[in-house]
């Protein structure tokens, strides 16, 4: 047994915290840091910097222009990029259907959107959800309708993340009413410029615009936007959440985070002439917190480990998910609380960028309550945790 | 022993509850959250006419009682709408400190307008740097000049009348300054649980005998009470809205479809929410216990029981709700969401958790 990163590791590592340090503006690593929105522009352009490394798809083989990196390359890389505050680029293209086009996508479909989603020419999001199809996801209403050379798409899909930046969106569509749910599930490619389209914002609890809602309308899609064959989008959709819970657990941005929990414990006053981290009830939560996140990013290294080695990491993704998400909500919790009546002002306009508004107590502070507020949806999104739990109660225990 | 409301609390529990369904509906506290007033005066008239700055104060000011369980029969029933007009700064802190036996000056006449809904108040007391400290008052008072800085005000930039603490020398001094005085300065904001405050600076603001409301033990006592008082109407507040998250939780568990049963088919879910159930109870309890020692000599003891019980509570109830409505349970459209806002932002004023636990520890050793 041997818990330390191997040489090439090492090396590795070195090579893409000197890339970052480098090219990485710091205009971008501030308001990453500081949990604030991106321009879809200082996306794109980060994500071309990195592919001139062929850096963004680590889920692709290196022949479609994929990083091919090991889990542990990926793993090292997502951890430097969260300390140097790079923006973790949207999966959508990129984590989620990259690999479904590679593993069941026509010769024509892959030499035409792969280069796209590489080069950020189209900018993808998911069209799953639904407003009566959460967990229940194969209960999904969304209606294709065959007719000559095109689907007839009609119905609704929600939770579409960073929709508003999209030019396309993956949606899953019923093509059948025959036998059970799963069966009878397509996975069409839709241009969201295509007329009968409109997408709504979300406005989330804490004010922030991340999700939007899909609305489709007599939409006509050619026959050529189907991936694989109809009726078996269910299968590429089980395949695609695989790779969406790859680094589900979220250690390094759990582990920055506890970074700045740390010192603004130890700037804040209690009030009382001492400093915060030496308060006993404080100290003692953020001791919980810290000894979880050691034991989960041993555990997400074993997870990890077990991948190198060729094994396909099935429900230990679904605990990963579930301590991860729990770790970083109870870091959350401790962020809003270290501010004390400082977490209370509400001033979105304040994030804006160029504003000249003046902040009200600790920079920052004004944003941990929000972020907390927000946070509550890892436990929620991607498979809620009580999914997870079913998931691992049934393949690991066998219940 | 008795746990039945009086028909007089009774009568005017119902009457709050009645308006506030009526009329401090979700849609209008929506609207009212981003405007820049941040309240409705017509409903803060309706509700001063109905009496309740009236119900929280003595008769002898003209009040209709002013007792622990009257504060929290209608902090409850506020709480319940999460309803976002200024009776914890106006009636509970304000109007309270006012009809203090011992308050001189002009700041007892300001009461009957007060109490009709003409005039509102605010507590300019906590101090930048001062956490949850209320015992940190560098503000001064000196050769009749006020000069400090007080910070989250509640209700600050709204209320017509300030009541800040500052120290004459060794002497704590409660002294009334008017919003638009010489030399204040108030930068009003929105919490993220809907309400106004404001970080509020004094330079050199002439403060007459007149204007001096309480000083030297009077006001630290009168100070300890009206903080007694808030911290007691927050924990009733958040007890209604515990029960609004929790009845709208249960409404969704039984209208909520997923693989094609209501979702509160699932035992997992109708066991977390019959924790949740079970510590609403338990917040009930500690919150009519602090409400009935409210003039009792260990009356701090129990609210700090209470605070830290409903802090603690708070959090559990407000997550529990959220996740049981999944990803509806984070939007901004939900009542549920700003209820469990309000819930979990209870424990940023007056103290948190963990404050609250501290003094506990502290009296209760003592006891």
């Given amino acids: 047994m041997r818990l330390e990163y191997s040489e090439e590791d090492l090396a590795f590592r070195a090579e893409v915290r000197s890339f970052l340090e480098a090219r990485l503006p710091s205009h971008i690593a501030e308001r990453t840091k500081a949990g604030l929105a991106l321009e879809k522009e200082d996306y794109l352009n980060w994500q071309r910097t990195l592919q001139e490394k062929q850096w963004v798809a680590h889920a692709w083989p290196k022949e479609f222009g994929g990083s091919g990196f090991t889990p542990f390359q990926k793993h090292i890389f997502e951890e430097e990029c969260v300390r140097a505050g790079a923006p973790e680029l949207p999966p959508f293209g990129l984590s989620m259907l990259g690999p479904v086009i590679i593993a069941f996508g026509s010769d024509e479909q892959k030499a035409h959107y792969l280069p796209r989603i590489l080069d950020g020419t189209d900018w993808w999001c998911q069209g799953y959800s639904e407003p009566g199809s959460g967990s229940d996801l194969a209960s999904l209403k969304t209606k294709a309708v065959r007719d000559g050379d095109h689907y007839i798409v009609n119905g609704q899909k929600t939770w579409t993340t960073l929709g508003q930046y999209a030019d396309w969106i993956f949606c899953l569509v019923r093509t059948s009413s025959e036998g059970k749910p799963q069966t009878g599930i397509s996975f069409l490619l839709i241009d969201l410029d295509t007329p009968g389209v409109e997408m709504r914002p979300i406005i989330t609890i804490e004010g922030g615009h991340e999700v939007n809602e899909v609305f489709f309308d007599n939409v006509k899609v050619p026959v050529e936007n189907l991936v694989g ?14 790779h969406e819970r790859v680094g589900i657990a979220g250690v390094a941005a759990a582990k920055e985070t506890l970074k700045k929990l740390k010192k603004i414990a130890s700037d804040t006053d209690d009030g009382e002439g001492g400093r915060l981290i030496d308060d006993a009830h404080f100290a003692e939560r953020l001791a919980n917190v810290e000894i979880d996140l050691m034991a989960m990013e041993l555990t997400n290294l074993r997870v990890l480990a077990a991948a190198q080695a060729g094994g396909a990491p099935g429900a230990e993704s679904s605990m990963l998910k579930i301590k991860g998400s729990v770790i970083r909500q109870e870091l959350s919790d401790l962020m809003r609380r270290a501010v004390g009546p400082y977490a209370l002002p509400f001033m979105p306009e304040l994030d804006q960028l160029g504003s000249n508004m003046e902040p009200v107590g600790p920079e920052g502070a004004h944003l941990y309550a929000g972020q907390y507020f927000n946070r509550r949806k890892y436990s929620i999104y991607g498979g809620s945790n009580e999914i997870q739990r079913n998931i691992i109660s049934k393949m690991i225990l066998g219940l | 022993m008795d746990f039945n409301l009086s028909d007089d609390h009774r009568m005017l529990k119902d009457m709050v509850s009645r308006f506030v369904r009526e009329q401090c509906d979700f849609e209008s506290r929506l609207k009212l959250i981003s405007s820049e007033k941040g309240h409705d005066e017509a409903v803060w008239a309706q509700m001063a006419e109905l009496g309740l700055v009236a119900a929280v104060l003595p008769e002898r000011v003209g009040g209709l009682g002013g007792s622990g369980l009257d504060i929290m029969v209608v902090a409850e029933e506020l709480g319940r709408k999460i309803v976002v007009e200024p009776f914890l700064a106006t009636a509970v802190l304000g109007a309270g400190l006012l009809a ?31 956490r949850y400290n209320a015992a940190k008052v560098d503000a001064t008072i000196a050769g009749g000049k006020l000069s400090g800085s007080k910070s989250l005000v509640i209700n600050g930039g709204d209320a017509d009348t300030l009541v800040v603490s500052a120290k004459d020398g060794d002497k704590l001094v409660l002294a009334l300054v008017a919003k638009d005085a010489e030399g204040v300065a108030i930068k009003a904001f929105k919490t993220h649980d809907g309400f106004g405050a404001a970080e509020v600076t004094f330079t050199d603001v002439a403060v007459a005998a007149d204007d001096v409301l309480l000083s030297g033990d009077a006001a630290e006592a009168a100070l300890g009470r009206a903080l007694a008082r808030a911290t007691l109407a927050l924990c009733a507040e958040s007890l209604g809205a515990m029960e609004n998250a929790r009845d709208a939780t249960l409404e969704y568990l039984r209208t909520r479809t997923q693989f094609g049963v209501p979702i509160g088919k699932f035992q997992v879910l109708q066991h977390r929410l019959v924790d949740v159930c079970l510590e609403i109870e338990q917040v009930r309890s500690i919150v009519l216990l602090a409400a009935s020692k409210l003039d009792a000599g260990d009356r701090d003891k129990h609210l700090s029981a209470a605070k830290a019980l409903v802090g603690r509570v708070g959090r559990m109830v407000a997550e529990e709700a959220v996740q049981m409505h999944g990803g509806i349970g984070v939007t901004w459209e939900l009542e549920l969401a700003h209820v469990a806002k309000r819930l979990v932002m209870i424990d940023h004023y007056f103290g948190d958790t963990d404050y609250h636990l501290k003094r506990f520890q502290k009296l209760s050793k003592a006891a």
Avoid at chain 2, 104 to 129: F, N, Q, S, T, W
């Fill in chain 2, 100 to 130: 203090e036996e011992g308050a001189e000056g002009r700041g007892p006449a300001l009461l009957d307008d007060v109490i009709g809904g003409g005039h509102k108040l605010a507590l300019a007391h906590y101090e930048p740097g001062a």
């Fill in chain 1, 229 to 242: 064959q109809e009726n078996m989008g269910w299968t590429y959709a089980k395949y695609l959440l695989q």
